[in-house]
C-alpha cells in the first residue's frame, strides 16, 4: 500500500528567497507605472511617470532644496525619537518591575494611548508656540507610548524562573535588570521601536504640514498647494528613504544587540 504524505504548506513560510526578488518586483511595478503614464491613459496632473519623479528629485537635490528640509526634518525627528524612547523605556521598565508603579502608570498609560496625537497638535502648538519645541514634543509624545506598552510587555513575559535564579545567587536589582530582564526583554522592546518609527514620520508631516515653513511635510503641502505633482511625489519618495533607513537602522542594531534572537 502506498504511503501518502500530506504536507501543509505553513511548514515552509519560514524558508528564505533570494534578495533579487524584491528588486525584481519594484523593477516590475516601475516598469508598468512608467508605461501606464506614457500611453496617456492618466494625465501627468494626477500621477507623474516614474522618470519625471526622479528627475524633480534630482534637480530639487541638485538645488539644496532636499538638503535643506532633510535636514530640518531629521532634527526634529532624531530630537524627538530619543525624547520619546528614553521616557517610554523608563516607563516601562519601571512599571514592569514596580507593583506600585504599575498601578500608578499603566492606567493613564492605557488610557491616553488611543487618542489620536494628531488631534492634539494644535493644542501643543497653542500651548508651547509655533516654533520647534511643539514638532519635537508631539513626536515624542507619539513614541513614547508604543515604546512604554511594548517595553512594559516584555519585562512583564520575563520567565519568573531567571529571576528567582538570580536572587538565588544574591545579584542586585540593577544587575538583575540588566543581565536578565533587559536581554529577555530586548525583542519586544524593539518591535515597539518599529511601530514608533513609524508613528514618528507620520507626526513628524503633520506637524511640518500645519505649523512649519521648512521641512519635508512643508514641501510636499507647498508643491501639493502649487499642483506640481511630480515635485511632490519627490518628497513623498523622500520621506519613503527615511523610513526605509530607520528600518534598516533598527534591523542592525538589533542583530548586533540581540544575535540569538533571528537565529
Known amino acids: 500500500m502506498k504511503r501518502y504524505v500530506v504536507q501543509n504548506k505553513m511548514t515552509r513560510w519560514h524558508r528564505t528567497v533570494p534578495a533579487w526578488v524584491s528588486a525584481a518586483a519594484v523593477f516590475v511595478l516601475l516598469a508598468l507605472w512608467e508605461a501606464v503614464c506614457r500611453s496617456g491613459l492618466v494625465s501627468p496632473l494626477f500621477l507623474p511617470a516614474p522618470t519625471d519623479i526622479a528627475r524633480a528629485l534630482f534637480e ?23 525624547a520619546g524612547a528614553v521616557l517610554g523605556l523608563a516607563v516601562g521598565l519601571v512599571a514592569g ?11 493613564l498609560v492605557n488610557a491616553l494611548y488611543p487618542i489620536p496625537k494628531i488631534a492634539l497638535l494644535p493644542l501643543f ?9 511643539s514638532k519635537v514634543t508631539i513626536i515624542a509624545m507619539g513614541v513614547f507610548f508604543p515604546i512604554a506598552m511594548n517595553t512594559y510587555s516584555g519585562v512583564k513575559n520575563v520567565d519568573p524562573l531567571l529571576i528567582k535564579v538570580a536572587v538565588s545567587f544574591r545579584a542586585g536589582w540593577l544587575y538583575t535588570m540588566r543581565c536578565v530582564v533587559l536581554p529577555y526583554a530586548l525583542p519586544m522592546i524593539f518591535a515597539g521601536f518599529r511601530i514608533a518609527a513609524g508613528t514618528a514620520l507620520l507626526l513628524l508631516v503633520a506637524a511640518e504640514m500645519i505649523a512649519a515653513e521648512k521641512g519635508i511635510g512643508a514641501l510636499i503641502l507647498h508643491y501639493g498647494d502649487l499642483m506640481i505633482t511630480d515635485r511632490l511625489m519627490a518628497g513623498v519618495i523622500v520621506l519613503s528613504l527615511l523610513g526605509l533607513l530607520f528600518h534598516v537602522a533598527l534591523t542592525r542594531l538589533e542583530k548586533r544587540l540581540i544575535p540569538w534572537h533571528r537565529q
Not at 530639487?60 to 530619543?82: K, N, T, V
Not at 518591575?97 to 492606567?107: G, I
Not at 502648538?125 to 519645541?133: H, K, M, N, Q, S
Open 60 to 82: 530639487m537635490a541638485a538645488g539644496g532644496e532636499i538638503g535643506e528640509s532633510l535636514a530640518a526634518s531629521l532634527s526634529r525627528i532624531l530630537l524627538g525619537f530619543a
Open 125 to 133: 502648538v497653542l500651548w508651547l508656540g509655533i516654533g520647534e519645541l
Open 97 to 107: 518591575t514596580s507593583a506600585l508603579a504599575d498601578r500608578v502608570a499603566m492606567p
